[in-house]
Nanobody
């Protein structure tokens, strides 16, 4: 069993920055990819970014490319999402996800999910 706990959400101004963290615990040895999704009220949960645990390869949604950076600290079993140039449209609950599969882009690729952390960007 893999457990994921997000932290670092909060309220920021437009143009501001925030860094989210996702700490993994449990049987994490088989995790290949970790990613971030977000969901705004009334919206579908959407892919934000992902990173290969061992490869370090990163994958970004077009909506956040150039603004968000995903990274990982394998020693701490933690993945980060550095969010810069935040916009009100970035307001959502951000979820950390992990998978033993090679898939990256789809909700269906992921097996484990955190509880989410709220990010609110004021106008």
């Amino acid at each position: 069993q893999v457990h994921l706990v997000e932290s670092g959400g909060g309220l920021v101004e437009t143009g501001g920055s925030l860094r989210l963290s996702c700490a993994a615990s449990g049987r994490t040895v088989s995790i290949i990819v970790m990613g971030w999704f977000r969901q705004a009220p009334g919206k579908e949960r959407e892919f934000v970014a992902a990173i290969g645990r061992y490869s370090g390869n990163t994958y970004d949604a077009d909506s956040v490319k150039g603004r968000f950076t995903i990274s990982r600290d394998n020693a701490k079993k933690t993945v980060y999402l550095q969010m810069n140039s935040l916009k009100p449209d970035d307001t959502a609950v951000y979820y950390c996800a992990a998978t033993q599969r090679n898939g990256v882009w789809s909700l269906r690729d992921y097996e484990y999910w955190g509880q989410g952390t709220q990010v609110t960007v004021s106008s």
